[in-house]
């Protein structure tokens, strides 16, 4: 089994920057790719950012390009997500989620990809 596991959560004043890292264990396998979902309260998860293992290939989602960054260890096994430049509305639950398989040019936006999470870190925003 496959366990992962993020850190780096907390509050933050609006403007401000936080670093999520996500460490995986257990089993280990080459990923196809990892990706980092959000969940504000009451509304659904959707995709923040994906990054392909191989080539290190980035996709980000609109409302945080240029200010979120996605990063990987490929050693340690750890994606991390910088986020610049935070606002209120990045208040949520992060997640980490790692595929096995990618299908399709959107493969890193859909959930349906991913194999594995993780229990999510809360980011909140404080304007």
């Known amino acids: 089994q496959v366990q992962l596991v993020e850190s780096g959560g907390g509050l933050v004043q609006a403007g401000g920057s936080l670093r999520l890292s996500c460490a995986a264990s257990?089993?280990?396998?080459?990923?196809?790719?990892m990706g980092w979902f959000r969940q504000a309260s009451g509304k659904e998860r959707n995709f923040v950012a994906g990054?392909?293992?191989?080539?290190?290939?980035?996709y980000y989602a609109d409302s945080v390009k240029g200010r979120f960054t996605i990063s990987r260890d490929s050693a340690k096994r750890t994606v991390q997500l910088q986020m610049n430049s935070l606002k209120p509305e990045d208040t949520a639950v992060y997640y980490c989620?790692?595929?096995?398989?990618?299908?399709?040019?959107?493969?890193?936006?859909?959930?349906?990809?991913?194999?594995?999470w993780g229990q999510g870190t809360q980011v909140t925003v404080s304007s």
């Open positions: 989620a790692a595929a096995a398989y990618g299908y399709g040019a959107s493969w890193y936006q859909d959930e349906s990809t991913y194999d594995y």
């Open positions: 990054i392909k293992w191989s080539g290190g290939n980035t």
């Open positions: 257990g089993r280990t396998f080459s990923w196809y790719g």
